[in-house]
């Protein structure tokens, strides 16, 4: 019986699969039919009996591939146990000759040793493969696992940060609230009670106007995707708070003299410019010039917002997207956060870097291709 091939172990397996008994057929039939070959052709064609001699290197060969040096070392036994009796039978008048056919044997037996040896060894190779892909594989699966972990650590940092910026911001609005209804209830005069309405008011909608962030920040309106024309939502975000915006504070635009058509959300997009603008404007407390510009070319199209206010210092450029982080006293730190929000859901980011003399400067990048947008499948 031929042993069986290497575990993944390196030692035998002893479990056969059905291929293993075919090999072993597949062997032993070659054997027989080599030997019968030998025995039915008659010694005067002695072509044939080389040809037959030689084909025992096919199930010897085959064996030691199957089963390793064993198996090689089984069949080329096997094989010389059936071809020794018609030596002995056939060539005993030949004595040269049968000396060949007895070395020939020895030859089996070397064959089916080093191929088998050879086979084994490339066996183990592909063992220690296997065996360190898998390792790799059970590697990648815990990385992915501490990656997801990770991940929702942050989602829980990120999710307890807001609660208690939210909470710092909702207490100073309650703390005046709370001390306004004291004044009122203490009977005071009515100027002092028309005062004492009035940051009660004023409280009311700073808590009112950072719900509302809030809300957006927390659920954002998906984007209703439409071709518009960027230079007209330019002109009319800067109209807009150019009204609004206290003295000394100028807004200057620039776009080319061929406005691109964009795929986007108007007031999505409109939003995300007037944020920007009203935080520029924010930045300069004694006035000053903000420029807001629009860039086309084939990568992209490229908005920058840029002020001469006392700018960011350095050591909070990488957190002012962040939710309620802000450096204004009375900031909701929202609408940055709200900005990258938009930009993200429309394929874009947005940046910010100090300018060399003051001020910053706000880039929003949409990446399109020529007359391509990414999202143009999604325009309703």
Same mark, same amino acid.
């Given at each position: 019986?031929?042993?069986?091939?290497?575990?993944?172990?390196?030692?035998?397996?002893?479990?056969?699969?059905?291929?293993?008994?075919?090999?072993?057929?597949?062997?032993?039939?070659?054997?027989?039919?080599?030997?019968?070959?030998?025995?039915?052709?008659?010694?005067?064609?002695?072509?044939?009996?080389?040809?037959?001699?030689?084909?025992?290197?096919?199930?010897?060969?085959?064996?030691?591939?199957?089963?390793?040096?064993?198996?090689?070392?089984?069949?080329?036994?096997?094989?010389?146990?059936?071809?020794?009796?018609?030596?002995?039978?056939?060539?005993?008048?030949?004595?040269?000759?049968?000396?060949?056919?007895?070395?020939?044997?020895?030859?089996?037996?070397?064959?089916?040793?080093?191929?088998?040896?050879?086979?084994?060894?490339?066996?183990?190779?592909?063992? +220690?493969?296997?065996?360190?892909?898998?390792?790799?594989?059970?590697?990648?699966?815990?990385?992915?696992?501490?990656? +997801?972990?990770?991940?929702?650590?942050?989602?829980?940092?990120?999710? =307890?940060?807001?609660?208690?910026?939210?909470?710092?911001?909702?207490?100073?609005?309650?703390?005046?609230?709370?001390?306004?209804? +004291?004044?009122?209830?203490?009977?005071?005069?009515? +100027?002092?009670?028309?005062?004492?309405?009035?940051?009660?008011?004023?409280?009311?909608?700073?808590?009112?106007?950072?719900?509302?962030?809030?809300?957006?920040?927390?659920?954002?309106?998906?984007?209703?995707?439409?071709?518009?024309?960027?230079?007209?939502?330019?002109?009319?975000?800067?109209?807009?708070?150019?009204?609004?915006?206290?003295? =000394?504070?100028?807004?200057?635009?620039?776009?080319?003299?061929?406005?691109?058509?964009?795929?986007?959300?108007?007031?999505?997009?409109?939003?995300?410019?007037?944020?920007?603008?009203?935080?520029?404007?924010?930045?300069?407390?004694?006035?000053?010039?903000?420029?807001?510009?629009?860039?086309?070319?084939?990568?992209?199209?490229?908005?920058?917002?840029?002020?001469?206010?006392?700018?960011?210092?350095?050591?909070?450029?990488?957190?002012?997207?962040?939710?309620?982080?802000?450096?204004?006293?009375?900031?909701?730190?929202? =609408?940055?956060?709200?900005?990258?929000?938009?930009?993200?859901?429309?394929?874009?980011?947005?940046?910010?870097?100090?300018?060399?003399?003051? =001020?910053?400067?706000?880039?929003?990048?949409?990446?399109?291709?020529?007359?391509?947008?990414?999202?143009?499948?999604?325009?309703?």
């Amino acid at each position: 019986m031929l042993p069986s091939p290497l575990h993944a172990d390196g030692g035998p397996d002893r479990s056969w699969p059905r291929a293993n008994w075919r090999a072993l057929s597949l062997t032993l039939a070659g054997i027989v039919a080599t030997s019968a070959g030998h025995y039915l052709t008659p010694p005067e064609f002695l072509l044939w009996h080389g040809i037959f001699q030689r084909m025992y290197y096919v199930p010897v060969v085959f064996a030691a591939i199957a089963f390793g040096w064993r198996g090689g070392l089984a069949a080329a036994a096997v094989s010389g146990v059936c071809y020794i009796p018609h030596i002995v039978t056939t060539w005993s008048g030949m004595e040269h000759y049968a000396m060949e056919q007895y070395a020939e044997i020895l030859m089996f037996l070397v064959v089916g040793a080093v191929t088998g040896i050879l086979s084994d060894r490339e066996r183990r190779r592909r063992v +220690e493969l296997q065996r360190t892909a898998d390792q790799l594989s059970r590697v990648y699966r815990e990385l992915q696992n501490t990656f +997801e972990q990770v991940k929702r650590a942050d989602r829980l940092s990120a999710i =307890g940060q807001l609660a208690a910026g939210l909470a710092h911001e909702i207490r100073n609005p309650l703390a005046s609230i709370d001390g306004a209804a +004291e004044v009122l209830q203490a009977g005071a005069e009515a +100027e002092v009670k028309s005062e004492t309405l009035r940051i009660i008011r004023q409280e009311c909608l700073r808590l009112n106007r950072l719900l509302t962030s809030l809300l957006d920040f927390a659920r954002p309106r998906r984007p209703e995707w439409r071709e518009v024309n960027l230079r007209e939502v330019l002109d009319s975000v800067v109209e807009l708070v150019s009204h609004s915006a206290r003295t =000394g504070i100028r807004f200057e635009a620039q776009a080319p003299e061929v406005p691109p058509n964009f795929v986007c959300d108007r007031e999505q997009l409109a939003q995300v410019i007037m944020n920007l603008a009203i935080n520029a404007a924010q930045a300069m407390p004694q006035g000053g010039t903000v420029r807001l510009s629009i860039q086309d070319n084939q990568d992209g199209v490229l908005i920058e917002v840029s002020d001469e206010g006392v700018g960011v210092p350095p050591e909070h450029l990488d957190r002012i997207f962040d939710p309620f982080f802000t450096t204004k006293e009375t900031g909701t730190g929202l =609408g940055l956060s709200v900005v990258h929000q938009i930009v993200s859901q429309h394929g874009g980011n947005v940046t910010a870097r100090r300018n060399p003399d003051r =001020g910053m400067t706000f880039s929003v990048f949409f990446p399109q291709t020529v007359g391509v947008y990414p999202w143009a499948s999604r325009v309703s």
